[in-house]
């Protein structure tokens, strides 16, 4: 089955930096990669998606990235703010079983010092 | 409703008791997914229902569990003999709205924290 690693597992930045985290996934049929955030107490929510067919993706202060051959993918956060502080799950959809199967990373806690 | 909702929302048992949580998706929503999450990690899929029919189970630890959605609606998820490792969040999510198929956002519920003693 699908086995995706997060990295870093906690990441602290400055108010206004940038934040990147990175993921990797073992099926290379894999087409869906979701990025959710999760505040402390709250459910997961989706922040922003890409599919195999493009490299990257934007939405405001977010993008994602996509390395097919590398099997690798990205969240960039720019210009971080305080209320971006929470823990940041990637995923990857398994070339099994139903197309939505989502195999989650370990999370990522990102704290933005103010 | 407006959105996914789980009962109970907390649920303390004793090892070896029967337990049942229950979800209520959004409406429309042809998927409901069944995951489960321990502290610190992420979602762990467990089963999934498109409609009334149970399409993958494979994420089931044991026999213990099972899940139905007999309508196609409100789904429950049954552990039987609780043992102490079945503690954890248990979160419900549906997606594909019938007007907008494999969407694939999935909408989560609060979740339903088991506590086995």
């Known amino acids: 089955g699908e086995n995706v690693e997060q990295h870093p597992s906690t990441l602290s930045v400055q108010e206004g930096d940038s934040a990147v985290i990175k993921c990797t996934y073992s099926d290379s049929a894999s087409n869906y990669f979701p990025w959710y955030k999760q505040e402390l107490g709250k459910r997961p929510q989706l922040i922003i998606d890409?599919?195999?067919?493009?490299g990257e993706k934007k939405d405001q202060r977010i993008a994602v990235t996509l390395n097919k051959t590398a099997k690798h993918f990205s969240l960039h956060i720019t210009e971080t703010q305080p209320e971006d502080s929470a823990v940041y799950f990637c995923a990857a959809s398994g070339s099994t079983g139903s197309a939505r199967q989502l195999t989650f990373g370990s999370g990522t806690q990102l704290t933005v010092l103010p | 409703g407006a959105g996914v909702s789980q009962s109970p929302r907390y649920k303390v048992t004793k090892r070896g008791q029967d337990v049942a949580l229950r979800c209520d998706p959004i409406?429309?929503?042809?998927?409901l997914y069944w995951y489960r999450q321990a502290l610190g990690q992420g979602p762990e899929f467990l089963t999934y229902f498109n409609y009334e029919a149970q399409q993958d189970k494979s994420g089931l630890p044991n026999d213990r569990f099972s899940a139905e959605r007999p309508e196609g609606s409100i789904s429950t998820l049954t552990i039987q003999r609780t043992e102490q490792r079945d503690s954890a969040m248990y979160r419900c999510?549906?997606?594909?709205?019938?007007?907008?198929?494999?969407?694939?956002?999935?909408?989560f519920g609060e979740g339903s924290r088991l506590t086995v003693l």
């Open positions: 409406s429309g929503h042809v998927s």
């Open positions: 890409i599919r195999s067919n493009v």
């Open positions: 999510a549906s997606s594909s709205p019938l007007e907008r198929p494999n969407t694939g956002e999935l909408f």
